[in-house]
T-cell receptor, first 113, second 115 residues
């Protein structure tokens, strides 16, 4: 079992829908949680960053972390075709660089116009 | 401004060849990371530099992989005697912050294909 599990999809939804993406993890020591968006043949781009449990909102994006369930989510409101990409969750043991980031496999999201 | 750049963007190598992949981080960024991303997978951490010091190389898969950043800016990832399982996208990321995981800026990657 990998440390971070993420459904690879594809997940296809109509434009304007609310999208829910999620990851589960096994290592309770993870404290920093991130969501990256990756377009085809591009590098990952940081969308959201959360420390420990709680919610964080940024425009159409909301990130949630539930450490008791080892479960994190990303919600996208009013989804747009330009949101079509692969979404990667990532986490780390500390805010330091000593351990790098542990990524999920990524969920391929398709927003249908 | 200029982001993280990587070269070459694509590399085809015959099994057994040595390859060198270059990363130009954003100017002034002290932290630099290398990741390996296999097809359909998320990136996997390889190694981390703080300026010229390689502080963590725990993710390097074998002793055929070697990374350096001699002057604290440009970094090179070298793979010796390439194998087919080395085929992947190699991503470089840099950060202006010491131990700055949350502010990593990724390059476009080098796509390596070993035949």
């Amino acid at each position: 079992q990998k440390e971070v599990e993420q459904d690879p999809g594809p997940l296809s939804v109509p434009e304007g829908a609310i999208v829910s993406l999620n990851c589960t993890y096994s290592n309770s020591a993870f404290q920093y949680f991130m969501w990256y968006r990756q377009y085809s043949r591009k590098g990952p781009e940081l969308l959201m960053y959360t420390y420990s449990s709680g919610n964080k909102e940024d425009g159409r994006f909301t990130a949630q972390v539930d450490k008791s369930s080892k479960y994190i989510s990303l919600f996208i409101r009013d989804s747009q075709p330009s949101d079509s990409a692969t979404y990667l969750c990532a986490m780390s043991l500390s805010g330091g660089g000593a351990d790098g980031l542990t990524f999920g496999k990524g969920t391929h999201l398709i927003i249908q116009p | 401004g200029a982001g993280v750049s990587q070269s070459p963007r694509y590399k085809v190598a015959k099994r057994g060849q040595d390859v060198a992949l270059r990363c130009d981080p954003i100017s002034g960024h002290v932290s630099l990371f290398w990741y390996q991303q296999a097809l359909g997978q998320g990136p996997e951490f390889l190694t981390y530099f703080q300026n010229e010091a390689q502080l963590d190389k725990s993710g390097l898969p074998s002793d055929r992989f070697f990374a350096e950043r001699p002057e604290g800016s440009v970094s090179t990832l070298k793979i010796q005697r390439t194998q087919q399982e080395d085929s992947a996208v190699y991503l470089c990321a840099s950060s202006p912050v010491l131990r700055g995981l949350e502010t990593q800026y990724f390059g476009p990657g080098t796509r390596l294909l070993v035949l």
